[in-house]
């Protein structure tokens, strides 16, 4: 069955420092998302991405976040300088369409600890 | 999106049946319900989907009344393994997924 992997499973990085997370979606998908969880809390939208541009994003999507497709198959998160809270595990999730029984598959997640 | 309730946390033994359900009162005629299990430092994973009336699959079942204000996931005799927390989302089509807090379920040797 397809799935969704995420690299690193684990990424450990001081306070202030650029992390970049990666997922490879499954293969015919067209819809790309990023979603984190807090430990002990709700899974929270981030991000959605669509046609190479970002169609939607929560306000904790700010300016120190950003989303690439670099090429036809990772899509990237990036924290141009992590923060303490930012602390989290990271889904990438992926979707073929955007019909009403098009699921959202998710990764593994990258668990994001920020020192 | 339509808010949904479910109960924050529920015990079972192995071997039993376990319904979980979750109301959404504000659910509009394009939402689909939607339902998530998921394992510690693990990433949701689909479950099952409906819009109306019944729906099986080789895990669970779901069932929604005519008036789709709510919904009940069924899981057949659970095991140890079925211990995660289970996620109801009212999704409507191409949107992101607002996730609640789940129902925790623990299951009992």
């Known amino acids: 069955e397809p799935e969704v992997t995420q690299t690193p499973s684990h990424q450990v990085t001081q306070m202030g420092q650029e992390v970049i997370l990666r997922c490879v979606p499954i293969s015919n998908h067209l819809y790309f998302y990023w979603y984190r969880q807090i430990l002990g809390q709700k899974v929270e939208f981030l991000v959605s991405f669509y046609n190479n541009e970002i169609s939607e994003k929560s306000e904790i999507f700010d300016d120190q976040f950003s989303v690439e497709r670099p090429d036809g198959s990772n899509f990237t998160l990036k924290i141009r300088s992590t923060k303490l809270e930012d602390s989290a595990m990271y889904f990438c999730a992926s979707r073929g369409g955007t019909g009403a029984t098009d699921t959202q598959y998710f990764g593994p997640g990258t668990r994001l600890t920020v020192l | 999106l339509a808010k949904t309730t479910q109960p924050i946390s529920m015990d079972s033994y192995e071997g039993q049946e376990v319904n979980i359900t979750c109301s959404h009162n504000?659910?509009?005629?394009?939402?689909?319900i939607t339902w998530y299990q998921q394992f510690p430092s693990q990433g949701p994973r689909f479950i099952i989907q409906?819009?109306?009336t019944k729906v099986t699959n080789e895990v669970a079942s779901l069932f929604i009344p005519a008036d789709r204000k709510s919904s009940t996931l069924s899981l057949p005799r659970v095991s140890l393994s079925d211990t995660a927390v289970y996620y109801c989302l009212v999704e409507r089509a191409g949107n992101m997924l607002t996730f609640g807090g789940g129902t925790r379920l623990m299951v009992k040797p």
């Open positions: 504000n659910i509009a005629t394009n939402d689909y």
């Open positions: 409906g819009y109306k």
